[in-house]
């Protein structure tokens, strides 16, 4: 069944287990934040991220269509600035999709359903994720190469879900490249998605010696 949760459409795409820094200044937001320190038990101070389509996080030309497929997220640590201004950092739970939206409030709800992954353990997705594994650590060192120093440094999940997850946020893609890995409907596929992306990435950069276009993820603050 669909439940309402209030929506944060961002320039970015969120995934499950990693985390969202956010630093929320815009009077609706802070209504959502505010709403959501009311709810006594943390577990249930969710909230939806959604990628932004078209549009802008902020001000008057804010998101004029947004992706159906986005993230749920747990509100994690928050600090409150005496003008009324917020830092937060909010944990990605599980996908979901957008059913249909109401913007009569003071911010975005949405009614949204839950994306379930196949939790059964597959000997093909495993081999995948070993795969992925091998590729991202040619693509890690190749990165790491051109720029004169280590990048992508630390340990990954030997879970197959979750590491898919982890490898989507931390490869340099574009938001389009993150949203289909997002909606990928299985972890087998999402992997095998992401396996064809850095090797598409890997014969760029040995054709033309230059590093990724876009950014390595696990930047600082998004503001909204």
Known sequence: ???????????????????????????????????????PDPADRLFGVVAIREGYEVGGHEARSMYRTGCVVQLGTVEEYDDGRFDI???????MR???TDSDGPYLRAEVEDLDEDGKPHVETA?????????????????SALRGGDVMTGSLPRD???LSYSL?????????ERQQLLESPTTLERLGLLRRLMRDELRAMSAVPSLPATEVARSGWSPN
Do not use: K, W
């Open 1 to 39: 069944m669909p439940s309402s949760l209030p929506i944060f459409p961002l320039n970015t795409v969120a995934f499950p287990g990693m985390t969202v820094p956010l630093h929320i200044f815009e009077e609706r937001y802070r209504a959502m934040v505010q709403h959501l320190l009311t709810i």
């Open 89 to 95: 950092a909010a944990v990605g739970r599980h996908r």
């Open 98 to 100: 957008v059913v249909a």
């Open 127 to 143: 081999r995948e994720a070993a795969h992925a594994l091998a590729t991202f650590a040619e693509y890690r060192d190749t990165v």
């Open 160 to 162: 197959p879900e979750l």
């Open 168 to 176: 989507a946020s931390t490869c340099s893609l574009t938001l389009r």
